[in-house]
Nanobody, 115 residues
Framework: VQLVESGGGLVQPGGSLTLSCVAS????????MNWFRQAPGKERELIAR????????YYPDSLRGRFAISRDNAKNTVYLQMNSLKLEDTAVYYC?????????WGQGTQVTVSS
């Protein structure tokens, strides 16, 4: 199993970024996919989930409306569209998948929101 994130970078407050996570080594369409983030000095937190069946999405209340998760099963890719970025969105962003009760993580991609 391999998860490879990309798309991070430096963005000004109010800007947008789209992160991508390309999966390999498993049948992507059969699993829910998650995005987490970890800010400096804070615990890693779940920020978005998309289900395998009907692409239902979950977000914590604090992020609903600014972040959008999507997936393209033909490309084995999950995306995270982030809008109206704030300074506090600065973090390393990870995609994650649970397969047979084992958690698999990507290496993460840094998002820095700064003026």
């Amino acid at each position: 199993v391999q998860l490879v994130e990309s798309g991070g970078g430096l963005v000004q407050p109010g800007g947008s970024l789209t992160l991508s996570c390309v999966a390999s080594g498993f049948t992507f369409s059969r699993y829910d996919m998650n995005w987490f983030r970890q800010a400096p000095g804070k615990e890693r937190e779940l920020i978005a989930r998309i289900t395998k069946y009907n692409n239902s999405a979950y977000y914590p209340d604090s992020l609903r409306g600014r972040f959008a998760i999507s997936r393209d099963n033909a490309k084995n890719t999950v995306y995270l569209q982030m809008n109206s970025l704030k300074l506090e969105d600065t973090a390393v962003y990870y995609c994650e998948c649970d397969i047979n009760q084992e958690s698999f993580w990507g290496q993460g991609t840094q998002v820095t929101v700064s003026s």
